[in-house]
């Protein structure tokens, strides 16, 4: 069954600027910082760092954070659906983003995300 990604660009005052992508899960969104972004091409790993579940309207928000950690921009760019092709890999289908990755646990909330 498929579901909903985003991907955003959050251009954070504190953490620096890196991509959000968030995976429909059941009512809210589970959500990933990745600093680098994530690769298109090859095997080059990327960190993804597992941050607190998003509601919808978190999620969909674009325009300017004025308080707390978050703080900075955020932009939409690209949305679709995912569905798990097995525990570690996900296909995505979205209008620019699309594939098949490999989101692997690392250690505590650090994760690695790499293009199958």
Known sequence: MSQTFILQHHKARRAGPHQDLYLEAGLSFVAYAIPKGIPTVGRTKHLAIKVADHTPSQVMFEGEITEGYGKGTKQ??????????????????GSTFHGKYYLKH??????LIWRV
Not at 80 to 91: A, C, H, S, V, W
Not at 106 to 111: A, H, S
């Open 76 to 93: 939409i760019i690209d949305e679709g659906t995912y569905k798990y092709l097995t525990q570690d890999i996900i296909e995505f289908i």
């Open 106 to 111: 690392w250690e505590g909330n650090k994760y």
